[in-house]
C-alpha cells in the first residue's frame, strides 16, 4: 500500500473557494488547485463549488462546501511555529483580520472559524526549560497575554522586573 500522506478536509458553508484563495495568500509556498464543481446531477446547484483543493504553507487541504451541518470548534487547530515577533504579528494579524477573534494565550479564530496558534518557537524553549522557576514565570506570562509578545516572555523567564 502506498501513500501520499495526509491532507485535511476542512468543511465550509459556502466559502471554501474564498477561504482557499485567503490561507494562499497569507502562507508562503501556498495554491490553489482543482475547483470540484456540482453537475445538473445534484445535490448543491450547478456550477457551485463542492470541493477546492489548496496547499497552505506546503500542507495540502481541500474545502468542502458541506453547509451548514458542522462548525469549526477549538477541538482542533492549527500551530504556526514563528521564528521572530515579526512573524507572530503577521500571523496574528492576517488572521484576525476581516471578522476574525483574537483569544488567550496566542490562540484566535478567522473569519471562518478556523482556530489558530501563533507561537513564537522561543517560547515553546521557554515553557519546557528545566528550568522550573523561569519556565513557570513564561508559563504566567503567557496565560495572561492575548498575542504573545517574545520580549515580555523572554522578560518574564529571566524574572527581568519582579
Request: charge should be negative; glycine fraction near 12%; charged fraction near 20%.
Amino acid at each position: 500500500m502506498t501513500t501520499d500522506g495526509f491532507t485535511t478536509c476542512l468543511w465550509f458553508d459556502g466559502q471554501a473557494e474564498e477561504a482557499a484563495h485567503h490561507y494562499a495568500s497569507i502562507f508562503k509556498n501556498s495554491s490553489v488547485g482543482t475547483v470540484a464543481r456540482y453537475t445538473e446531477a445534484g445535490p448543491g446547484p450547478a456550477g457551485s463549488v463542492i470541493t477546492v483543493e489548496f496547499t497552505a504553507n506546503g500542507q495540502r487541504f481541500v474545502g468542502l462546501n458541506g453547509g451548514p451541518q458542522f462548525t469549526f470548534n477549538e477541538a482542533i487547530s492549527f500551530q504556526i511555529d514563528c521564528a521572530d515577533q515579526e512573524e507572530v504579528d503577521y500571523y496574528w494579524d492576517k488572521l484576525v483580520e476581516g471578522g476574525g477573534e483574537p483569544g488567550p494565550c496566542g490562540w484566535l479564530k478567522d473569519k471562518y472559524g478556523v482556530s489558530w496558534q501563533v507561537v513564537p518557537t522561543e517560547m515553546i524553549r521557554m515553557l519546557t526549560s528545566p528550568d522550573q522557576e523561569k519556565a513557570g514565570r513564561a508559563t504566567r506570562a503567557m496565560l495572561a497575554m492575548g498575542k504573545l509578545d517574545i520580549a515580555a516572555l523572554r522578560k518574564a523567564y529571566e524574572g527581568e522586573g519582579e
